[in-house]
């Protein structure tokens, strides 16, 4: 190699590392501000209380929808016992209940 193809190899090598700066800075983040369906059912405050302080409402849209009532009790039930996610005993059926109306098998068609 002479002086000339060192100094192209290692522009070449440098273009390349600007290059992959640059596409890292403009990776984009998931949107994180997904909200709530608005409802009148009574869970639908109760899923704004309990459900939002660790993700965004956006998870409940990555669920089947066609996910039955004992998926989400399940569901509700594994966020408090596995992630220690301070929930009601007493709110969990109207969570439920909302969540399988607004996400689940439950929609209105
Ligand atoms: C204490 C924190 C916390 C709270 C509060 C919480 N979650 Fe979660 N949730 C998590 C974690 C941690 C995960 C798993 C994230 C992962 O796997 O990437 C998760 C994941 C999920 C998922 C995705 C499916 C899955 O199994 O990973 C759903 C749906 C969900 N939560 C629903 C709820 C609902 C409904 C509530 C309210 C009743 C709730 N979460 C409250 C921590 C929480």
């Not at 002086?3 to 440098?14: E, P, R």
């Not at 290059?19 to 059912?41: H, M, R, Y």
């Not at 996610?85 to 399988?100: C, L, R, S, T």
Request: charged share 15%.
């Amino acid at each position: 190699m002479n002086t000339k193809a060192i100094v192209a190899a290692a522009s070449a090598i440098l273009a390349l590392g600007v290059a992959g700066q640059a596409l890292s800075k403009s990776i984009e983040l998931p949107p994180d501000g997904v909200q709530f369906k608005a409802s009148s059912l009574p869970g639908y405050a109760k899923a704004q209380a309990n459900c939002v302080a660790c993700h965004s409402a956006e998870y409940m849209l990555y669920q089947p929808p066609s996910a039955p009532r004992p998926y989400w009790d399940a569901m509700v039930k594994r966020m408090k016992m596995v992630f220690n996610a301070p929930i009601n005993d007493a709110d969990m059926p109207e969570i439920v209940d909302y969540m399988v109306k607004t996400f689940g098998a439950e929609q209105a068609k």
